[in-house]
């Protein structure tokens, strides 16, 4: 059991959001009904904060769920449709608090979606400025070039199921960025960096062109599946570290 604000407290000092621009608020979105002092026992993660992962966190009696995608994002509606009060109404009939972390969770060195699928596919990596400032992207990179059958089959391992391939580049794969989610448009920018792919989660109608156009491989995983591992890497730490319980939901959306 620990205090709610403690929690918090340590994402905040970890993530540092505020050095990130980013589409929507971090950190706390919906309160607990005790506010700061609330008694936490049990976490739950999930990719996204919609209903199917709420309802699943208040089945476990969670009083703190902590996501990737949150509720609220800049120039959403100020309106609360129908949608969103459902999800609001779990929260709170639930006395259930909600925390989000975007940008930082995908660029973090010790917790970030990017460094995590690059360390589970075997590559060393390092931020790639190419992916903003600060960046949230990362250059996942083997010493020895890796078979792009065979890349594919670590991808489709690590993300599961296997992804979707726009060949361009060469036959084996040595440096290849990483940006989860839904970062396509960075075909041509990880041509620019001399990389032989781009790995992210969702594809654009133009990707096949362009990575055939710029020569290097889009390997797209899926959004969701390439934002699994940060915020169940951020459930384990508070478990670690304050003895909370962790339980991670995953509502295995195919997008």
Same mark, same amino acid.
């Given at each position: ?5 403690? %929690?918090?407290?340590? %994402?905040?000092?970890? *993530?540092?959001?505020?050095?990130? +621009? ?5 950190? *706390? #979105? ?10 936490? +026992?049990? /976490?739950? &993660? ?31 509606? +100020? ?7 459902? =999800?609001? !109404? ?14 930082? *969770? ?10 995590? %699928? ?19 992207? /990362? ?22 199921? =296997? ?10 794969? !040595? ?30 109608? #133009?990707? =096949? ?19 699994? !591992?940060?915020? #169940? ?7 670690? +570290? ?8 995953? &509502?295995?959306?195919?997008?």
């Amino acid at each position: 059991m620990a205090r709610l604000g403690d %929690l918090l407290d340590d %994402l905040d000092d970890l *993530l540092v959001p505020g050095t990130f +621009r980013d589409y929507g608020p971090n950190g *706390l #979105q919906v309160p607990h009904p005790d506010g700061a002092d609330a008694e936490v +026992r049990t /976490v739950v &993660t999930a990719v996204s904060a919609d209903l199917e992962a709420l309802e699943a966190a208040a089945a476990v009696g969670a009083d703190l769920v902590l996501v990737h995608h949150g509720l609220f994002w800049d120039g959403a509606p +100020r309106e609360l449709d129908p949608v969103a009060a459902g =999800r609001l !109404r779990v929260l709170l009939a639930g006395g259930i608090a909600l925390a989000a972390y975007h940008l930082p *969770l995908d660029g973090h060195a010790e917790v970030g979606n990017n460094a995590l %699928l690059a360390s589970a596919l075997g590559a060393t990596w390092t931020p790639w400025a190419g992916s903003g400032s600060p960046p949230v992207g /990362v250059v996942a990179t083997w010493e020895t070039p890796v078979p792009v059958d065979e890349l594919l089959d670590r991808v489709a391992t690590a993300t599961q199921p =296997r992804p979707l391939h726009f060949p361009g580049g060469p036959d084996a794969v !040595r440096r290849l960025a990483i940006v989860s989610g839904a970062a396509a448009g960075m075909v041509a920018d990880a041509a620019a960096d001399g990389l032989d792919g781009l790995l992210t989660g969702e594809p654009r109608e #133009q990707t =096949r062109g362009l990575a055939r156009e710029h020569g290097i491989h889009a390997i797209c995983a899926g959004h969701h599946a390439t934002e699994t !591992r940060g915020v #169940q890497a951020l459930g384990e730490r508070l478990a670690e +570290r304050f003895g909370v319980t962790h339980r991670w939901v995953d &509502t295995a959306n195919p997008i």
